[in-house]
């Protein structure tokens, strides 16, 4: 689970380098409702437009709109589409544009006929020259990204093959960046994966992947197995291979690969939903994110976009929501008692094919090192659910002076934690019972147990889970602050 209050502070200490492909793209909406009398073709009658800063300037959009600083170098033609597109880039607060204009070619512009009724694209109109940028230009490009290459904490480059993105320029980027450390994220649309070769992360669609690897790619299994091979070909660290509505699929050189389902929306528009993953996949890494949270928030970032009309943008307030969308919810509607309420909660989210995670424990006083445990338990799941013992459990346990606090006031204090999606008191010693109505996903508890000592890893391990110990908090224990408040210290 995300501490947004941190992450949105890291977030804007974080410099991202975009390079790629810029292009306007704009959208005409109206209604169809005539053929043509002059040929069999549809009738627009045109009710509005709208244009966006789209290709990789989308890219440089989504990074600045999560609160990140962006210096984005990218290719403009010497024409009225250029200084349009330089005008918008000037007004965005947080991206510093370093243009490179090409008298020789003109600047990419999309044009998108969109049915209003429908949602449905009609038509696209394109001006551009796709082929490579000439060695002037770019000579000028390298010279300009290196320049810009200390001030970067991660590169993304956003591949769109309109040009600027040149194998010389590619090679160049990634090996100064490696030089220094500093990360590479790459959105390719070159299907010889080796072209960048030393990258971190590549991360194409389903269709790019399987045509790049030569594989059917038609399950997570076909994809680890060809992403592996590739991965050791290109010297990356990772693939993501961007699924649409089957989700993401995320392979690491070293470790599992990770899954994560698409969320269910109503789609709008999916113009511009990769923009959104790898602009999201950077700004998190940069900003401190493990794979695995880049990862889901990115998938819900993608759910954010694809939900908008046009060429969106997504920002941190919009993530938050989306990655915590019981944390609205009143302290008692996260509260269940009832096996039935339990029962429909969970069906709902694994019909959604979402991954729950479980934890417990008395909770008598909260203090920080179950906040610590709780807010880690989160990050390795989608829904998190916290067993509490009830009052005469806890008095079995603990002692005839315990709990301080009833379960109810226990209950309300652990569910107005954002990172709670639920909280379901049970009666007996241990929770073993409600971890075998559960069959969670994913098991947590703190790094003081061992996996054996864990109550329930035989259920969720026989159940194809698995159990998570996170790292505690010294020092910190609910009896040792009881007894201190007894003796007035």
Known sequence: MLDFEALSKAIGRQTVLCVGDLMLDEFVYGEVSRISPEAPAPVIAVQRSESNIGGAGNVARNAAALGANCIFVGLIGDDATGEILKAALTKEARIEPQLITDPDRPTTRKVRFVSEHFSTH??????EQAG???????????????????????????????????????????????????????????????????????????????????????????????????????????????????????????????????????????????????????????????????????????????????????????????????ASLAAEEKIVVAPDDLASRLMEWREQGLRVGFTNGCFDILHPGHVKVITEARANCDRLIVGLNSDASVKRLKGEDRPVQNERARAEVLAALEAVDLVAIFEEDTPLKLISQIKPTVLIKGGDYTREQVVGHEVVEANGGEVILVNILPGFSTTSLVARARNGK
């Open 132 to 326: 490579p940028a000439s060695a002037e230009i770019e000579q000028k490009l390298i010279d300009c990204i290196l320049s810009q290459l200390p001030r970067a904490d991660i590169v993304l480059l956003s591949d769109y093959a309109k040009g600027v993105l040149t194998p010389r320029v590619i090679r160049t980027v990634i090996d100064a960046a490696k030089a220094r450390g500093t990360r590479i994220i790459v959105d390719p649309k070159n299907l010889n994966f080796e072209t960048y070769r030393g990258a971190t992360l590549l991360t194409p669609n389903r269709k790019e992947f399987a045509e790049a690897t030569r594989s059917r790619a038609g399950t997570e299994a076909e994809i680890a197995v060809a992403a592996d091979e590739a991965m050791r070909l290109v010297d990356c660290e990772a693939l993501l291979v961007t699924q649409s509505e089957h989700g993401m699929t995320l392979i690491p050189r070293h470790g599992h690969a990770i899954h994560v389902p698409a969320h269910q929306v109503k789609v709008r528009d999916v113009s511009g939903a990769g923009d959104t993953v790898a602009a999201v996949i950077a700004v998190l890494l940069a900003a401190g994110a493990d794979w695995e949270v880049a990862l889901r928030s990115a998938n819900a970032a993608a759910a954010v976009a694809v939900s908008k009309k046009g060429t969106a943008t997504v920002s941190l307030a919009e993530l938050r929501r989306r990655l915590l969308p019981e």
């Open 122 to 127: 009609m038509l696209r109109a394109d001006w």
